[in-house]
């Protein structure tokens, strides 16, 4: 698919991919059965009120990061599910990554972060596919004894 450089990118342009190799080296598995995938950063506040103002003051510290998507579950063979489903139940870890496009292309930007699964739950609408939710949060994570934090990701 071309990406014109001077338009939005739609959902369909966009990429979720999780890694199953190093920080350094990350090897990514796209999850191409995702959909409706979101990321929320949201700042945590310190209540600095005080009586020398009327005004309630605070000042922001820490970011949360959640991320959320919706994956169209195949019947048969499904090892993109597999994984992620065994990760949920098992606490594991994984680099995910959140693109608004292809991997391979210099310039695309998105979030990175190493997360666990927090939740996942399965809607079987009877006129619809089957859809499992997913939310992911993120979670303290070392590589060669440095801990690693999201980032603002871009592909250079």
Request: with cysteine.
């Amino acid at each position: 698919m071309t990406q014109a450089t001077e338009r939005p990118a739609t959902g369909l342009e966009c990429y979720l991919y999780y890694s199953t190799g190093t920080y350094a080296t990350p090897v990514l598995v796209q999850i191409t059965r995702a959909i409706n995938v979101s990321y929320s950063i949201s700042m945590t506040e310190a209540d600095q009120r005080s009586r020398s103002s009327t005004w309630a003051k605070g000042r922001m510290t820490h970011k949360e990061l959640e991320i959320t998507f919706t994956y169209r579950k195949k019947m048969g063979t499904d090892t993109v599910f597999d994984e992620l489903q065994a990760a949920a139940l098992a606490g594991t870890v994984y680099e995910y990554f959140i693109l608004d496009g292809i991997k391979t292309t210099s310039g695309i930007q998105g979030i990175r972060a190493f997360c666990q699964i927090s939740s996942f739950s399965n809607t079987q609408d009877l006129a619809s596919s089957e859809e499992v939710e997913f939310s992911l949060k993120p979670t303290y994570f070392e590589e060669s004894n440095v801990e690693i934090d999201p980032i603002w990701y871009e592909v250079s």
